[in-house]
């Protein structure tokens, strides 16, 4: 798993991403984030560095 | 459908209870009082096998084929359960490789219904569909991808032939109440109508299915799970029949959105498998009219029909810890119990029964130590556990968790519909496969695949099949050597031949030149393919058609991998 920046445009895709979610329901933009996330995992492929990404999605810095 | 109010309590049977319907006609075998109810006298088998199911039947039959006496015993007086059922109805290539060796295919193939076209539905729309005979990992065996039929007309074949074979007392009525474990063996009190009686033996085979009372008699430990998951199934025969595909609808529109499974089998019968609510009351769900309700759904108010049987189930999963526990050894439903998506549950006991036999045989032949028995549960527990988190994972695909589980699956299904990737997100069951052995004391790294029966020719240019080796090799080990044969090489495979169950024989391909006076030719390399080796190179196959080991050349490498897969410490 990358944890350097590996993003070519890190701002325009963080904002593209709440564009998508804008004016939708919360619903519709769980289905979003879900397909999403499918769409991306199937770009990883790598089945260790997907682990890897959900292991360090679930740990939560200390607040 | 209407909600009941009242939930009884589920009974997590894993075997389909027969509630209404024309049923099946199943044949009965005679009860014979045993001699030791008159003499009283207490005799040791080397062999008990309990339970006449599916797993118990290919077990005592694989045995008789080899010649070991054993004797089964069976609750019941007949095949299938109360009478009724059907329970498993899809069998896998493997199974039916052993089917073949066992002498039952034939009458199978005659019987059964062969598909290779399945077709996953949501909503109306299909969204993937596969063909078994296009995928290569099936193309090559003499033996179809599937076949359908009813599980109780193979235990019948299964029945008839080791009738036929001997070696196997078959002992019908005879349930076994009580149990006493001893050192290297076991005490077994078994009633039946005419009185009680006790045997001993060596070794007991538990395959007496998933109410077993010797997992409390042995102390067995497990894991087991069990969900709010409801099915009933319909069989029915039509007058018109749908197209000749297994069709699965993970969504469908006349079941409320729920599942669907539409399977074909033997006598024109058609297996309609609907999932029902969440908790729903198997009693209410498999009225007549409930389910002639939800017939006229799917197929419309004119198609004719007979309902041939209906079972309401609920699955549990299960796996014991421990596949042998002192003498007892657990296959099937004993070992392990599984949702039925994928054919994972009477397959996986076929290949129980196949692995154990050879092993128990060898042992008792003097070929073999009695440690080799230990791969057993190395091998099947591996098997076992695979399966449990394949059906697992289907089963949370087909009942989701409310909320992010049913969130995904939506997604998933979406962009199955959109996108080439996302149909392998789609699960409505993973076929079963042989399960290869990662961790077998008795395999090397090497080996651990199931060797399809794949065709070849004999010297003579007459067809043969991997299972035509292994016959002659009956019920030893069987080295195929690929390529040119060195004199070297064929002393030394003829002294391995003297001192151990071992026959060799050469595989002669196009550019070999024959060698020995045993060889056959496998002009296309299907031989080479089903034993994953390439150019001059030896595979070790074992009685149950799987590779113990592979090498290169013929020297103490393969000396050791004899050793070894025979469970000689070296």
Redesign the interface.
């Known amino acids: 798993m990358k944890t350097t920046l590996h993003f070519q445009d890190a701002d325009a895709f963080y904002e593209q991403l709440l564009d998508a979610h804008a004016g939708l329901e919360r619903e519709q933009s769980?289905?979003l984030n879900?397909?999403l996330?499918?769409?991306l995992a199937?770009q990883v492929g790598d089945a260790q560095v997907l682990g890897e990404c959900i292991e360090a999605a679930k740990r939560l810095p200390p607040a | 459908m209407n909600t009941p109010t009242t939930y009884r309590e589920t009974a997590f049977t894993n075997s389909y209870e027969f509630t209404q319907g024309s049923g099946y006609c199943l044949p009965e075998y005679p009860f014979t009082e045993p001699p030791e109810i008159k003499s009283g006298e207490v005799h040791r088998h080397q062999v008990v096998i309990v339970g006449g199911g599916i797993t118990g039947l290919t077990m005592a039959c694989c045995l008789a084929r080899l010649g070991v006496k054993a004797v089964l015993l069976d609750e019941d007086n007949t095949v299938g359960v109360k009478g009724a059922s059907s329970r498993g109805i899809c069998y896998t290539q493997k199974s039916l490789e052993i089917f073949q060796r066992l002498g039952v295919y034939e009458r199978i193939v005659g019987k059964g219904i062969q598909w290779s076209v399945g077709r996953t539905f949501a909503g109306k729309d299909e969204v993937y569909s596969f063909d078994l005979r296009k995928q290569s990992s099936f193309d090559r065996s003499i033996q179809p991808p599937f076949i359908n039929i009813q599980q109780f007309y193979i235990e019948g074949y299964l029945v008839e032939r080791i009738y036929g074979l001997g070696h196997v007392d078959l002992r019908w009525k005879s349930r076994v109440v009580g149990f006493e474990q001893h050192k290297g063996f076991a005490t077994l009190t078994v009633e039946t109508p005419a009185g009680q009686y006790k045997l001993e033996a060596d070794h007991v085979i538990d395959a007496s299915g998933s109410h077993t009372p010797f997992h409390a008699w042995c102390g067995a430990t497990m894991t087991s799970r069990r969900g709010d998951d409801r099915w009933c199934i319909a069989d029915v025969r039509f007058k018109s029949h749908p197209p000749m595909e297994r069709h699965t609808w993970i969504e469908a529109p006349f079941n409320g959105n729920r599942a669907v499974w539409q399977h074909l089998m033997a006598d024109d019968v058609w297996r309609i498998d609907y999932q029902m609510e969440p908790n729903a009351d198997p009693e209410v769900v498999s009225r007549e009219e409930v389910v002639r309700e939800r017939l006229q759904q799917q197929f419309g108010r004119d198609v004719e029909y007979e309902i041939v049987w209906v079972g309401p189930y609920a699955y549990r999963s299960q796996c014991l810890d421990k596949l042998r526990i002192g003498s007892v050894f657990f296959m099937g439903d004993t070992a392990k119990i599984v949702s039925p998506f994928g054919a994972r549950g009477g397959n996986t006991g076929v290949s129980d029964a196949d692995n154990l036999a050879w092993k128990l045989a060898a042992v008792l032949k003097g070929w073999a130590p009695a440690s080799l028995l230990d791969s057993y549960d190395e091998e099947r527990h591996e098997a076992a556990a695979q399966n449990v988190r394949v059906t697992n994972r289907t089963a949370r695909f087909l009942r989701p968790a409310e909320g992010m589980e049913r969130?995904?699956r939506?997604?998933?299904i979406?962009?199955a519909r959109q996108?080439h990737?996302?149909r392998q997100?789609i699960n409505t069951g993973r076929m079963a496969v042989a399960n290869s052995y990662t961790h077998s004391s008795v395999c090397d790294r090497t080996g651990g695949q199931s060797v399809q029966n794949v065709a070849f020719n004999w010297a003579d240019g007459s067809k043969g099949g991997v299972n035509d080796l292994l016959a002659w090799a009956d019920g030893g080990l069987l080295v195929l050597l690929f390529g040119d044969m060195p004199s070297t090489a064929c002393q030394r495979l003829r002294q391995l031949a003297l001192h151990a169950p071992v026959r060799c024989v050469q595989v002669v391909g196009p550019d070999n030149r024959v060698g020995a006076l045993e060889h056959v030719l496998d002009p296309h390399g299907y031989l080479q393919g089903a034993c994953h080796v390439f150019g001059h190179a030896w595979a070790l196959i074992r009685p149950d058609g799987y590779l113990a080991a592979t090498g290169e050349s013929v020297d103490t490498g393969l000396i050791q991998a004899v050793e070894r897969s025979l469970g000689i410490k070296q």
């Open positions: 769980e289905l879900a397909r996330i499918l769409l199937n | 969130l995904f939506k997604a998933s979406s962009l996108y990737f996302a997100l």
